[in-house]
């Protein structure tokens, strides 16, 4: 268990407990229950001594999230900000440089950031995609329009829910009639076989490296 607390000598100590001092300057206490934490923000603050830059970067995502999002980027931007000189502060600045806003899904970030260091373009995320007469078709995972790519992770919902795996077919069919070409991507599948797939598609499309 890891207790904090904002005067030195009330530091916890014991089996099993780390205690941590943090200053209430940098840190904003919210209630959950009737036990007293720190913000989803500042807590992602703080675990930036403890996790890795993935590990940052993919809870950073969750906390700008698309549905019902705990957090905006400029509060993280400003969370960031506070904590310069700190122990932590490198390995959050590097990873809110790859924190992108309207994610689903921590397998999405783990996607897109293979993409990218691939050395592939960036795919934008979650994209609202329209068809030619201007209407709304789909929500993209993760899609480039200049070459009308699209890119869905299909996690174990898409695969042992029924209605959600006809959904799919339905909603994936009016893009690809688009002319959208549509990579599906699941656990399944190989890195180095999703970025050959990835790669192929965009040299098909006109991109050039």
């Known amino acids: 268990m890891d207790v904090g607390t904002s005067v030195r000598t009330s530091r916890r100590t014991g089996k099993g407990v780390r205690g941590h001092l943090i200053?209430?300057?940098?840190?904003?206490?919210?209630?959950?229950?009737?036990?007293?934490?720190?913000?989803?923000?500042?807590?992602?603050?703080q675990l930036s001594t403890v996790?890795?830059?993935d590990e940052l970067i993919i809870l950073g995502d969750s906390l700008?999230?698309?549905?019902?999002p705990p957090a905006t980027m400029a509060e993280l931007q400003s969370a960031v900000a506070r904590q310069a000189g700190l122990p932590g502060a490198r390995r959050l600045r590097e990873a809110l440089a790859q924190v992108r806003a309207r994610t689903d899904s921590p397998k999405e970030t783990v996607l897109r950031l293979l993409i990218v260091r691939a050395g592939l373009p960036e795919p934008e995320v979650n994209l609202t995609l329209?068809?030619?007469?201007?209407?709304?078709m789909a929500l993209g995972d993760l899609a480039y329009v200049r070459y009308k790519i699209l890119i869905?992770?299909?996690?174990?919902?898409h695969r042992e829910?029924?209605?959600?795996?006809?959904?799919?077919?339905?909603r994936?069919?009016?893009?690809?009639?688009?002319?959208?070409?549509?990579?599906?991507?699941?656990?399944?599948?190989?890195?180095?076989?999703?970025?050959?797939?990835?790669?192929?598609?965009?040299?098909?499309?006109?991109?050039?490296?």
Do not use: C
Request: positive net charge; aromatic residues 8%; glycine residues 6%.
């Open 152 to 157: 869905e992770y299909d996690g174990r919902q």
């Open 172 to 209: 994936l069919d009016e893009p690809m009639e688009e002319g959208w070409r549509v990579i599906r991507v699941n656990k399944s599948h190989r890195p180095q076989a999703i970025l050959a797939r990835i790669r192929t598609a965009l040299l098909d499309r006109g991109w050039r490296p």
């Open 64 to 68: 700008v999230r698309r549905q019902r």
């Open 130 to 136: 329209l068809n030619r007469y201007g209407a709304f």
């Open 161 to 170: 829910d029924e209605k959600q795996f006809h959904r799919d077919i339905d």
């Open 51 to 53: 996790l890795t830059l």
């Open 23 to 45: 200053p209430l300057d940098r840190v904003r206490i919210v209630s959950v229950g009737h036990v007293s934490v720190a913000s989803e923000v500042d807590a992602w603050v």
